[in-house]
């Protein structure tokens, strides 16, 4: 077992990654702190379980993603909303985690998968394939050796904390747990809380911070490197892969804390203060709200600032003046 080392290269795009992101928290964390900023903590959490869901195949909107985690009535299956239950009560209880624990593991297993999972907080019993939707990737090892192979994981992690980056080493976590597929159901959503875990350790921040909405977005590609992977032996390039994500998803955040530490005009101050984040309103919903009478007055003072400053964003971007326009706050 004190032999077992996950295969993997550290290239120069991988170390050119782990500088800049290093320097993109280093920046985030100086300019604020997103402890103090419940608004945008809970909007990137609710992003984050979606998207992670959505991965998933959940079929439920982030609009509905949010009434469920608000306690409201959503009409959808039940399944799907316990789904995002589960994902809410393991994300609530994120400090407790200990990432080199595969008691904690099994333990968040168990919320992750309450009701919806037979074999919830278990390593899985039978034979398991990854997929991307329809497509099987891979078949996983064979039910008999999870355990050994869990055992090596985590083992080697204990010993080679303190010697492989915070980066690389959840990097390397997330694509051997996909490999090894240690539970029946539940896998991808397990990978990206501990990844995101992980690196919490290392900088708190990064509780705050949505990566799985970043892999979301490159859905195919994460599956791809996973793929490539498996067929080289080695997990390198789905190390620069996930480096790459965190990095774009960094400049998103630093965007936002940006734009809550400036001194913004009073008009663009109320016009924030009036819009849920990810909720899509037309021109006059807004114009209500603020109690405004002049289009053009909005348009010059509040909405064409706001979306110059990537505060919000239109839902049809290469119709500006479509009669279904939306505006959604970032």
């Known amino acids: 077992m004190g032999d077992y080392k996950p295969p993997f290269t550290i290239t120069n795009e991988i170390l050119a990654y782990v500088s800049s992101i290093s320097e993109k928290v280093g920046r985030i964390s100086a300019i604020s702190n997103l402890e103090s900023k419940p608004h945008l903590r809970r909007n990137n959490r609710i992003k984050s379980i979606y998207s992670s ?8 909107s982030l609009g509905q993603v949010r009434d469920v985690i608000n306690g ?4 959808g299956e039940q399944k799907e909303i316990q789904e995002v239950k589960n994902a809410y009560a393991a994300y609530e209880r994120f400090s407790e985690i200990q990432p080199f624990s595969i008691k904690s593991l099994k333990l968040f297993h168990g919320i992750m998968t309450k009701y919806v999972v037979e074999e919830s907080g278990d ?4 034979e398991e394939g990854v997929f991307n939707g329809d497509e099987c990737i891979f078949m996983a090892p ?24 915070p980066l690389i080493m959840s990097s390397v976590f997330h694509y051997e747990f996909v490999f090894i597929h240690p539970f029946a159901d539940g896998n991808g959503r397990m990978a990206r809380l501990w990844h995101t875990a992980m690196l919490a350790k290392w900088k708190p921040v990064f509780e705050y911070i949505p990566i799985e ?3 979301e977005k490159f859905q195919n590609k994460y599956y791809e490197a996973i793929a490539r992977c498996h067929v080289v032996g080695e997990s390198t390039l789905f190390i620069e892969f996930m480096l790459s994500q965190i990095d774009k998803i960094l400049d998103e955040v630093s965007a936002q804390v940006s734009a809550d530490n400036e001194q913004l005009s ?4 109320r016009l924030l203060e009036v819009m849920e984040y990810d909720v899509p309103y037309t021109s006059n919903t807004l114009m209500n709200k603020l109690g405004l009478k002049s289009k053009e007055g909005f348009r010059r003072n509040y909405l064409r ?19 279904n326009q939306r505006y959604v706050r970032e």
């Open 53 to 60: 869901l959505k991965i998933e195949a959940n079929s439920l």
């Open 72 to 75: 409201k009535m959503v009409l």
């Open 123 to 126: 390593f899985r019993r039978g």
């Open 142 to 165: 064979p039910a008999q050796f999870v355990p050994q192979l869990m055992d090596n994981l985590f083992a080697w992690m204990k010993e080679e904390k303190n010697n492989v980056h």
């Open 213 to 215: 909405s970043q892999i």
């Open 266 to 269: 009073e008009y663009l101050k």
């Open 305 to 323: 600032p706001a979306i110059d400053m990537n505060l919000i964003r239109m839902t049809i971007q290469d119709k500006p003046n479509s009669r």
